[in-house]
């Protein structure tokens, strides 16, 4: 059955996302562990393109289809998994990429939700965490989009929606520069990369 094509962002309330994401049942791939096939041929770019063998894959619905088997392994690596294989896959960063942000509402009662570069809807919150991971090239911001915090799958945020984050916390009347979300307040203080 063909999946349905994702929602148009700007049409859609914080009450909508939640709705949706909440209605979105992925393949249960944490409770699959079929035995090791080897190297899937594919990678995952920095700025969130797909490739197998060299060549980026042009069809979104493909690459979405690729991203709801997709699992992060307790030793940090990536593979794409059924029931009855499992495939290596290279992420050069994160495997999404958060290209897109919605505000509604203000300070301890605001509500920031991002569109993934693969139509994936998430709402920053406790259960979704922002963090702020300091690189040789700068910051780089993430949200947690599923699995376990700490290793599961993250986005890395877009920098122009980085910079509508910042903007945010700058006008902010906190002690400390960061951004509330949910009723979660995420500090926009890098930390040590990999931390």
Not at 175 to 181: L, M
């Amino acid at each position: 059955m063909p999946m349905a094509p994702p929602p148009d962002f700007d049409t859609l309330t914080i009450a909508d996302i939640g709705r949706l994401a909440e209605a979105d049942r992925l393949p249960p791939v944490e409770r699959w562990h079929p035995d090791h096939c080897g190297p899937s041929d594919m990678r995952i770019a920095r700025d969130g393109t797909w490739f197998h063998q060299g060549t980026p894959i042009g069809r979104p619905a493909m690459v979405r289809a690729f991203s709801r088997i997709l699992r992060r392994e307790p030793d940090g690596g990536y593979v794409l998994v059924t029931p009855v294989e499992k495939l290596d896959i290279e992420v050069e960063d994160a495997p999404f990429v958060a290209v897109e942000l919605k505000v509604e509402g203000e300070g301890q009662n605001a509500r920031l939700a991002f569109r993934l570069n693969t139509g994936d809807l998430v709402t920053a919150s406790a259960d979704h965490p922002l963090r702020f991971d300091e690189h040789d090239d700068g910051p780089r911001p993430y949200v947690h989009v599923r699995g376990a915090i700490g290793n599961g799958l993250e986005a890395l945020i877009a920098r122009s929606v980085y910079y509508e984050l910042a903007n945010l916390a700058l006008s902010a009347d906190c002690d400390t520069p960061g951004v509330w979300s949910a009723g979660t307040f995420f500090p926009i203080a890098p930390s040590p990369a990999g931390t």
